[in-house]
């Protein structure tokens, strides 16, 4: 199976949620960006269904999303910080972990240019591809497996807090 989509004036948010809603297993996330919150419940619901979920995040999107508050409080991904099934890394390295992409029950890979935002399904203009080809999704998932890997990753707190400290000690340093 092969199957692309292209947002705006389109929405890709019923090909992600009917996707992850799919999952019986697991779910292996990379977001760049994670605000949307039909993708957020989805991924609930599914953790609630006893999906185990790992989502791995890039560090410098969480920060801008997290204004400085290491709970998240007025963020969408506030409501994924305390769910047992759902693991959550971050990317320590401010160099950007741009995928857009997912694996559910190892079987079926979402790619694409599209974050998982409202403008990035809807209002900007992106693609996502489903596929089950076992290439694609072997290389994803050795991939994600080598970012969460990573000796140097950070929990959504230890992120959210050293992007504080350093701008508090920027501050001082004026």
């Known amino acids: 199976m092969y199957k692309t989509a292209y947002s705006n004036p389109a929405t890709l948010i019923p090909a992600d949620a009917a996707t992850l809603n799919a999952a019986q297993k697991t779910i292996d996330f990379a977001a760049y960006s994670l605000t949307e919150p039909t993708v957020i419940g989805a991924l609930l619901a599914r953790a609630e269904a006893g999906v185990t979920i790992r989502l791995y995040l890039d560090r410098s999107e969480l920060e801008a999303e997290a204004r400085g508050n290491p709970t998240l409080p007025t963020s969408p991904l506030h409501a994924l910080l305390s769910v047992p099934r759902i693991v959550i890394k971050v990317k320590a390295s401010m160099v950007l972990m741009h995928l857009k992409s997912y694996v559910v029950d190892g079987a079926l890979l979402r790619d694409g240019s599209a974050n998982f935002s409202p403008q990035g399904e809807t209002g900007q203009d992106n693609s996502i591809t489903l ?43 004026r």
């Not at 080809?133 to 290389?139: G, I, Q, V, W």
């Not at 890997?149 to 959210?160: F, I, M, Q, Y």
């Open 131 to 173: 596929t089950d080809d076992p290439l694609a999704l072997a290389s994803f998932q050795s991939k994600f497996n080598d970012m969460w890997n990573r000796p140097d990753n950070l929990s959504v707190t230890e992120a959210v807090e050293a992007s504080a400290s350093y701008a508090t000690h920027r501050l001082h340093a």
